[in-house]
């Protein structure tokens, strides 16, 4: 297996491949165009679409490429009293969202992240989750 030492190497190796481009553009929601300003020049994506590139890689895609994403840089962000939002909760919910079936994803990831705000918003509030089908 080859060595990559950014992001954006791995990234031109798996969508040299058209197929596998084509199946993740479309996964995305992005155009081919997209994913090659990413990796030709330098252009830097929003956090919420690196969480939906990693939720359309494969597993062991996810797992090739999650410790060389710019989580620190790219995904902390600042609330409105300037408190930073620990990396932990970032990295929690980038690896769920990798390691879930999409069935669960939604649920999970959405209790996830109202947890996380109740707790920075509210720490006396209390809430309860339930998921609904059709």
């Known amino acids: ?5 950014t992001w954006r190497d791995l990234l031109v190796s798996w969508i040299e491949a058209s197929r596998e481009r084509l199946r993740l553009t479309q996964a995305m929601g992005v155009s081919p165009q997209t994913l090659s300003r990413w990796v030709h ?4 994506p929003q956090p919420q679409t690196l969480l939906k590139l990693l939720a359309a890689l494969t597993p062991a895609q ?10 620190t840089s790219a995904v902390v962000s600042t609330n409105k009293e300037g408190e930073r939002i620990p990396q932990e909760c970032y990295v929690s919910v980038l690896h769920t969202a990798t390691a879930l079936p999409k069935t669960m994803l939604f649920n999970t990831l959405a209790r996830m992240i109202i947890e996380q705000a109740v707790v920075r918003l509210d720490p006396g509030l209390s809430f309860n989750s339930v998921l609904c089908r059709r």
């Open 62 to 71: 996810a797992e090739q490429i999650r410790p060389l994403l710019p989580i």
């Open 41 to 44: 020049t330098g252009m830097n």
């Open 1 to 5: 297996m080859e060595q990559h030492d």
